[in-house]
């Protein structure tokens, strides 16, 4: 299967350190099956970073890795609340240790707001419910996959 990475330049080598913590799935690497979505990721990258250029990074993963035992892999097919408790510990900036040891997560993308959600469920000001509707991404389900280890970025040959 090919996945994008949009970002505002060409990446020739992944390096998970330079991967920011509290992201929906934790630090890592992400990609998308769907190029469009690559590009909308790009446009956001150039407008934060305010420099390179609108680039689709492509690579190539074999997805019967996803079953093949040598990787550990986690799949969230719908938004219900293991997903959001999971997005809930991921993006927590209260926990300062990694949240899980899963090699490759697959699952849909949070809504943009998940910072103002994450606070709020903090306060207790709303319950786990209404977080995870809040957090289903506004333009339909789009699915996110994360890279987290080296093993799993070695997994990845790119195009």
């Not at 330049?9 to 992400?30: M, R, V, W």
């Not at 609108?54 to 890795?65: K, L």
């Not at 097919?77 to 240790?97: C, G, P, Q, V």
């Not at 809040?134 to 799993?152: H, S």
Request: net charge negative; proline share 1%.
């Amino acid at each position: 299967m090919i996945l994008y990475h949009g970002s505002n330049t060409e990446i020739e080598q992944i390096n998970l350190s330079k991967s920011k913590p509290y992201k929906d799935f934790g630090k890592g690497f992400y990609l998308s099956d769907n190029e469009d979505q690559a590009m909308n990721m790009a446009k956001q990258k150039v407008i934060q970073t305010e420099s390179g250029s609108e680039t689709i990074n492509r690579y190539e993963f074999d997805d019967t890795r996803l079953n093949d035992g040598s990787l550990k892999v986690k799949v969230f097919t719908s938004y219900d609340e293991e997903w959001a408790e999971f997005i809930l510990a991921n993006r927590n900036r209260n926990n300062k240790n990694k949240v899980h040891d899963y090699d490759i997560v697959i699952g849909p993308i949070a809504d943009d707001k998940v910072g103002v959600q994450v606070r709020l469920l903090l306060e207790e000001y709303i319950d786990i419910t209404t977080f995870k509707n809040r957090l289903q991404y506004i333009k339909g389900m789009t699915i996110q996959y994360y890279f987290g280890t080296q093993r799993a970025i070695d997994t990845l040959k790119k195009l």
